[in-house]
Every structure is written in C-alpha cells, then in structure tokens.
C-alpha cells in the first residue's frame, strides 16, 4: 500500500507561481512512475506531468511546469509558473507501481492522493 499526501496548493495571481509536493509512503519510491493530474469543476480529469527516468508534459503546461522529485525524501515536486486563471483545478498526484507505458492515462496509476487546490485569480 502507497500513501501519498499533497501540499503546496493554494491562491495565486495569474502569472505568479507556486510549487506542489507529494510525500508517498513505500520503500521503493524511486521505482515508481509518479504523476500530477488535474480536475477543474465539470471537467474531466487531465494528465498534466510525470516522471520515472524521463519527464513527460501535457502540451498545456510544456515550458511553465516542472516535474522533478527527491527518493531521498520519497517526494515529487510540480513547480508551475506563468500560472493562468485555465490552470484553476484541484491536482492530484499518483503513483504507478507497475509500469505499463501510458504514463498519460489515469488508469495506469495505482494509488492516488486526496488533491489539493489550485486557484489562480485574473
């Protein structure tokens, strides 16, 4: 069983910046594929980052957002900049214990955080 706990959420201006973690629990961290979705009200779900060797983005937030994590510290960071008022959603983050390759899919993820929200004012 993988817990995993997301912080850092908040309200911002649009264009202003804030940094997402997430503490998992297990003792192979660094073996799993850790992801960031994101759900803004009466909208799907949507991938937005994630990370094993390689990092991956959503076109949306290619060139604003940063995945990167610390196994030292079983925790995976989301920084976003330039943040826009379309980047408004609660984000969640996920880990995939047994990688299949759809690293984009909610499906692929075995074990999800509660989420936290994101709010960016125009």
């Known amino acids: 069983q993988v817990q995993l706990v997301e912080s850092g959420g908040g309200l911002v201006q649009a264009g202003g910046s804030l940094r997402l973690s997430c503490a998992a629990s297990?003792?192979?961290?660094?073996?799993?594929?850790m992801g960031w979705f994101r759900q803004a009200p009466g909208k799907e779900r949507e991938f937005v980052a994630a990370i094993n060797r390689n990092t991956y983005y959503a076109d949306s937030v290619k060139g604003r957002f940063t995945i990167s994590r610390d196994n030292a510290k079983n925790t995976v960071y989301l920084q976003m900049n330039s943040l826009k008022p379309e980047d408004t959603a609660v984000y969640t983050c996920?880990?995939?214990?047994?990688?299949?390759?759809?690293?984009?899919?909610?499906?692929?993820?075995?074990?999800w955080g509660q989420g936290t929200q994101v709010t960016v004012s125009s």
């Open positions: 297990g003792r192979t961290f660094s073996s799993y594929v």
């Open positions: 996920a880990a995939d214990v047994d990688y299949r390759g759809a690293y984009y899919q909610g499906y692929e993820y075995d074990y």
